[in-house]
């Protein structure tokens, strides 16, 4: 190994110490771009870093970032999610398991609408887990089954993940949007196959709905108010997904549209006010200069790795494992699992995924399956302790009597659903090319 390969591999590690003493990423991320690539190359290296720095700063795609974070945070102070999990509950009352079953829906329809993880957890949290352990729910069950719901929006677009993930692999929004639809949904359909599950197994650890509770709202009377609370955000969801993924607009200005219509939803539900449109201005800024300080920070790492030669030791790595592609892909897999212990996704994107991913391309490796493979593995990043979000903003909104042993009793299903998830992906491409190659793109 030369020099500099070896500058590259102390570069990595570097960063990771900085992160283990508690240096922010940002600042990690930059700090050892810059020293180990003075090392190698001096300041001359660092010419080209103003021309990447504009790249990022105006890339038209990422317009849609801040919107959709807006669109997000708008719905979430609109209290969509309360009603919606009232009506769904009811709805979904009759099974065992039902309620769990009515988060899970709600995940679902929150994270094609909103795609904001931790707004999404305390959420749900808040709303349904005292009332889950009020009704005799398993605790672990009711901890994993929010944690994991709470975390749909990573992959079931608009999802930041994809907009990331588009921008690394160089794909188009839509046609990763395409991709994460079916995926995204199948992860819902195992949630809701291992609650009734666990339901049937233990009946008293998933009670069904009281009685009295359903029969609370008539049938047309719960069908009302469905329609009120069920339809705008379908609209919404439909309105802008749809528009993306049937090449009306572009994901910018279908965000713009959705982060417009998230205004008019709150208004018809008579919760818009100036206070609120300043706290989710301000809410949506904080989100999206952490985003995009870190975009700018990894440049700094990425142009330091890619003039030490990292790019080609990775390379070499891979091309030494038994197996060829295959191995290849596994290995990446399995170690994006492992540094979702400790770090988060995006992170992981413009870290771990700008080492790896050009030794794919140059392979012919499907670039719109590997990146839904990688939007699946990341979204456990937000599940695996020591540091899953999920399991913090869980903890951090839940009652007293919730202890962290049941939080991650409880995730642990759910990871390994995740994981089977990705298995069936892993082995059926089609899951994910299918609709784009549908569609046309």
């Given at each position: 190994?030369?020099?500099?390969?070896?500058?590259?591999?102390?570069?990595?590690?570097?960063?990771?110490?900085?992160?283990?003493?508690?240096?922010?990423?940002?600042?990690?991320?930059?700090?050892?771009?810059?020293?180990?690539?003075?090392?190698?190359?001096?300041?001359?290296?660092?010419?080209?870093?103003?021309?990447?720095?504009?790249?990022?700063?105006?890339?038209?795609?990422?317009?849609?970032?801040?919107?959709?974070?807006?669109?997000?945070?708008?719905?979430?102070?609109?209290?969509?999610?309360?009603?919606?999990?009232?009506?769904?509950?009811?709805?979904?009352?009759?099974?065992?398991?039902?309620?769990?079953?009515?988060?899970?829906?709600?995940?679902?329809?929150?994270?094609?609408?909103?795609?904001?993880?931790?707004?999404?957890?305390?959420?749900l949290t808040l709303l349904t887990l005292p009332v889950l352990l009020r009704r005799g729910y398993n605790k672990g069950?009711?901890?994993?089954?929010?944690?994991?719901?709470?975390?749909?929006?990573?992959?079931?677009?608009?999802?930041?993940?994809?907009?990331?993930?588009?921008?690394?692999?160089?794909?188009?929004?839509?046609?990763?949007?395409?991709?994460?639809?079916?995926?995204?949904?199948?992860?819902?359909?195992?949630?809701?196959?291992?609650?009734?599950?666990?339901?049937?197994?233990?009946?008293?650890?998933?009670?069904?709905?009281?009685?009295?509770?359903?029969?609370?709202?008539?049938?047309?009377?719960?069908?009302?108010?469905?329609?009120?609370?069920?339809?705008?955000?379908?609209?919404?969801?439909?309105?802008?997904?749809?528009?993306?993924?049937?090449?009306?607009?572009?994901?910018?200005?279908?965000?713009?549209?959705?982060?417009?219509?998230?205004?008019?939803?709150?208004?018809?539900?008579?919760?818009?006010?100036?206070?609120?449109?300043?706290?989710?201005?301000?809410?949506?800024?904080?989100?999206?200069?952490m985003i995009f300080f870190i975009l700018i920070a990894a440049q700094v790492f990425a142009l330091s790795f890619r003039?030490?030669?990292?790019?080609?030791?990775?390379?070499?790595?891979?091309?030494?494992?038994?197996?060829?592609?295959?191995?290849?892909?596994?290995?990446?897999?399995?170690?994006?699992?492992?540094?979702?212990?400790?770090?988060?996704?995006?992170?992981?994107?413009?870290?771990?995924?700008?080492?790896?991913?050009?030794?794919?391309?140059?392979?012919?490796?499907?670039?719109?399956?590997?990146?839904?493979?990688?939007?699946?593995?990341?979204?456990?990043?937000?599940?695996?302790?020591?540091?899953?979000?999920?399991?913090?903003?869980?903890?951090?909104?839940?009652?007293?009597?919730?202890?962290?042993?049941?939080?991650?009793?409880?995730?642990?299903?759910?990871?390994?659903?995740?994981?089977?998830?990705?298995?069936?992906?892993?082995?059926?491409?089609?899951?994910?090319?299918?609709?784009?190659?549908?569609?046309?793109?």
């Amino acid at each position: 190994m030369s020099p500099n390969e070896w500058l590259a591999i102390g570069m990595i590690l570097g960063f990771f110490v900085l992160l283990t003493v508690g240096m922010p990423v940002g600042i990690g991320i930059a700090l050892a771009g810059f020293v180990f690539g003075m090392l190698g190359f001096g300041e001359t290296l660092f010419n080209l870093l103003p021309a990447r720095i504009y790249g990022v700063v105006t890339k038209y795609e990422f317009l849609a970032i801040p919107l959709f974070i807006f669109m997000g945070v708008m719905l979430e102070r609109s209290r969509v999610a309360e009603q919606m999990l009232d009506v769904v509950g009811v709805l979904a009352g009759r099974l065992r398991g039902g309620m769990a079953l009515a988060i899970v829906i709600v995940g679902v329809l929150l994270g094609a609408s909103t795609g904001i993880v931790g707004a999404t957890v305390v959420t749900l949290t808040l709303l349904t887990l005292p009332v889950l352990l009020r009704r005799g729910y398993n605790k672990g069950l009711a901890c994993g089954t929010i944690c994991a719901s709470g975390t749909l929006g990573q992959i079931i677009p608009p999802s930041l993940v994809l907009i990331l993930l588009a921008d690394i692999t160089a794909q188009s929004v839509g046609t990763l949007f395409a991709a994460a639809m079916l995926p995204g949904l199948l992860l819902a359909a195992l949630y809701c196959l291992y609650i009734l599950g666990f339901a049937h197994l233990y009946p008293e650890s998933a009670p069904p709905l009281p009685v009295e509770e359903r029969r609370a709202l008539p049938g047309l009377a719960l069908l009302r108010r469905a329609v009120w609370v069920l339809f705008p955000p379908l609209l919404l969801i439909f309105g802008v997904l749809g528009s993306i993924i049937g090449g009306l607009a572009a994901p910018t200005e279908a965000a713009a549209v959705g982060a417009f219509i998230s205004i008019l939803i709150a208004a018809l539900y008579g919760r818009l006010t100036i206070a609120m449109l300043r706290e989710v201005s301000q809410m949506t800024t904080r989100i999206s200069a952490m985003i995009f300080f870190i975009l700018i920070a990894a440049q700094v790492f990425a142009l330091s790795f890619r003039g030490l030669r990292g790019e080609g030791m990775v390379a070499d790595m891979f091309a030494f494992l038994p197996g060829g592609i295959t191995t290849a892909v596994i290995f990446m897999m399995v170690l994006l699992f492992i540094l979702g212990f400790f770090l988060e996704w995006v992170e992981i994107s413009y870290i771990a995924l700008p080492l790896f991913l050009p030794f794919f391309m140059s392979a012919g490796v499907d670039p719109v399956w590997l990146a839904i493979l990688i939007s699946l593995n990341l979204q456990t990043s937000f599940l695996t302790p020591p540091f899953g979000w999920a399991l913090f903003f869980l903890k951090g909104a839940a009652p007293p009597g919730v202890a962290t042993s049941d939080i991650y009793r409880g995730v642990i299903p759910f990871i390994g659903i995740q994981i089977v998830a990705l298995v069936i992906l892993f082995a059926w491409p089609p899951l994910a090319t299918w609709l784009p190659q549908a569609i046309g793109w």
